[in-house]
């Protein structure tokens, strides 16, 4: 079964940065796009970042200029370097396949709070 650990995440004031990490198991992400979502209480999970296989990027406009998504193939691991951040920001982020499909189980994710 696929295995998806979301890590990274914690505590920080406005304007500070968090980087997270998503390692895999049983899963090769070379081969997907990958991307990384968040999710606040009473919201429906949301895509903020997306990276391909050949590493083109696209963001939600609401992280445009503030997330970097990357990739690591040789560890399996997909990051989110997250600069300038907004209590806006606060919520769970997770990463999976895009496009997620049903079967494409969550990891536990990992929780970023901004404090203003």
């Known amino acids: 079964q696929v295995q998806l650990d979301e890590s990274g995440g914690g505590l920080v004031q406005a304007g500070g940065s968090l980087r997270l990490s998503c390692a895999g198991s049983?899963?090769?992400?070379?081969?997907?796009?990958m991307g990384w979502y968040r999710q606040t209480p009473g919201k429906q999970r949301e895509l903020v970042a997306t990276i391909t296989t050949g590493g083109s990027t696209n963001y939600a406009d609401s992280v445009k200029g503030r997330f970097t998504i990357a990739r690591d193939n040789a560890k399996n691991t997909v990051y989110l370097e997250m600069n300038s951040l907004k209590p806006e920001d606060t919520a769970v982020y997770y990463c999976?396949?895009?496009?997620?499909?049903?079967?494409?189980?969550w990891g536990q994710g990992t929780l970023v709070t901004v404090s203003s």
């Open positions: 049983r899963i090769i992400f070379s081969i997907y796009t």
């Open positions: 999976n396949k895009v496009p997620q499909r049903s079967w494409d189980a």
